[in-house]
């Protein structure tokens, strides 16, 4: 009886749903941006240089990849019946082994070294050195692994193509066939935060003063501002979740995020962020003014600095997250032509920073019941556990400040003056306070959306209070 095939199996796209180098690179520019600038020095020493000088630059949390649970189940299987597993990968070996010691599901590691980028015809030869030419059944997802199953006795084929698994029955028999989840256009709309577009609507917020003589032109431009931001912002939170893949796939809600689960890869992720901010420049450029668009790239640098570093920055990054929100405010007025208002500023500025607070104080607090790692979320965050209570005051503070801001701004002659029955407008005071107290009674009790505006936007009490304050603007005439 002969004895049971040897089963290799490779990584990327196979036993995990996404792509280690292109998950290296990205954690690289994290921890070293500038080492960016070597790459293509690395890359005319070949794929297999770059792919070790990144390797030795970045630690991958292997614990937390995407592993696709029907291949993990076939390995099982496969060792359970008594045929000898092999990790057979293209990845650098100090990324492979540490995935294969993790798993303890292979008996050996076949990976580049550095010198030899082990894919397509060079895997093919290894596989054979490492068999002694014997057959072998090998499990791949992509064109590339032809080259491996045209010297296979069997082909395991990770892949929804049907196009791949008959080119693979053409060279060889085809043991099975895994077929992973489909992914649908929600999980793309989902990657593109397209909730998160109901902050762009404070471009509309320099309209405020002058509702009483709008004109079609000026809702025009503001909703050209509105859907380029979306746009920007869209591509930047594409680009922000690649850079916080790791901690991503440790928070017990957002490892569900598309590129965290593995849903959607690195490089169509990449390619989407730019896509997203070619379209929104090109729409800027081409229909709104050109301070508009200054204010746009400012934005831009900012929220992407925000992604790669500021984000780690106690305190600084609350102040860019609040910067962020008063930024779209700042460009509805270059939009539309409105003055800026020092009130409308002042008041942005200190409630969105209390809700910075706010999504920060539920991060810190929830760190902190589940008794994670306080070394891991300073590293993350710049913050630890204990900071809970300065967060709490400070953002319960910043509240205020803008209720108090909001109720200034209500006696201003030139605001008064705009009104018929100015008087109404008092009850907007009551109502804010209440919604930014209660916000913060949210958060204390832990029933708050780590994403203030996201939860403002889902809670019944919070729409109820934009409707009484609609209703007291149209009272006031």
């Not at 008092?426 to 009674?441: C, D, K, Q, S, Y």
Request: net charge positive.
């Amino acid at each position: 009886m002969a004895p049971p095939l040897p089963l290799y199996v490779d990584l990327d796209g196979t036993l995990i749903a996404t792509d280690s180098l292109h998950e290296s690179l990205l954690k690289l520019v994290r921890v070293s941006p500038s080492a960016l600038l070597q790459l293509p020095l690395w890359l005319l020493r070949g794929r297999a240089a770059l792919k070790r000088e990144v390797a030795q630059r970045t630690s991958l949390d292997v614990s937390t990849l995407p592993y696709r649970p029907e291949v993990l189940d076939f390995v099982r299987r496969a060792r359970e019946a008594g045929r000898r597993t092999i990790l057979a990968t293209a990845s650098d070996g100090k990324v492979a082994r540490r995935v294969a010691e993790h798993l303890g599901l292979f008996d050996a590691v076949l990976a580049s070294d550095g010198e030899r980028n082990v894919k397509g015809a060079n895997k093919l030869a290894a596989i054979l050195a490492d068999t002694g030419g014997k057959a072998f059944s090998y499990a791949g997802d992509h064109p590339a692994d032809l080259k491996v199953w045209q010297g296979a006795e069997a082909a395991v084929v990770v892949s929804r193509s049907g196009a791949l698994a008959r080119r693979a029955a053409g060279l060889t028999e085809v043991e099975a066939v895994i077929k992973p989840k489909r992914v649908g256009l929600g999980r793309y709309l989902y990657g593109l935060r397209a909730h998160q577009w109901l902050k762009n609507l404070l471009v509309f917020l320099p309209l405020m003063p002058v509702l009483h003589d709008l004109t079609q032109a000026l809702v025009v431009d503001a909703t050209l501002a509105f859907l380029a931001f979306g746009l920007m912002a869209s591509g930047i939170y594409v680009l922000n979740d690649l850079l916080d893949l790791e901690s991503d796939r440790r928070h017990h809600r957002k490892r569900r995020r598309p590129f965290a689960a593995g849903d959607i890869s690195p490089s169509a992720g990449l390619a989407m962020s730019v896509t997203l901010a070619i379209a929104s420049l090109t729409l800027s450029a081409a229909l709104l003014p050109a301070s508009f668009v200054g204010v746009l790239l400012f934005y831009a640098a900012l929220t992407t600095a925000y992604s790669v570093f500021l984000k780690r920055r106690a305190v600084v990054d609350v102040f860019a997250l609040a910067a962020l929100y008063t930024i779209r405010v700042a460009a509805g007025t270059q939009a539309t032509g409105q003055p800026l208002s020092f009130w409308i500023l002042s008041f942005s500025l200190f409630i969105f920073l209390s809700l910075a607070l706010a999504k920060r104080y539920v991060e810190l607090t929830a760190a902190g019941a589940a008794g994670g790692d306080a070394g891991q979320l300073k590293r993350d965050r710049g913050y630890v556990p204990g900071d809970a209570t300065f967060v709490l005051c400070t953002g319960v503070a910043a509240g205020q400040m803008s209720a108090l801001l909001l109720s200034l701004y209500l006696q201003d002659r030139q605001m008064l003056a705009r009104y018929g029955d100015p008087e109404y407008l008092w009850a907007l005071i009551p109502l804010f306070l209440f919604w930014t107290v209660r916000i913060w009674l949210k958060a204390v009790r832990g029933a708050l959306h780590d994403d203030p505006v996201v939860f403002a936007a889902r809670d019944w009490v919070s729409r109820l209070a934009v409707g009484l304050g609609a209703l007291a603007l149209w009272m006031a005439h």
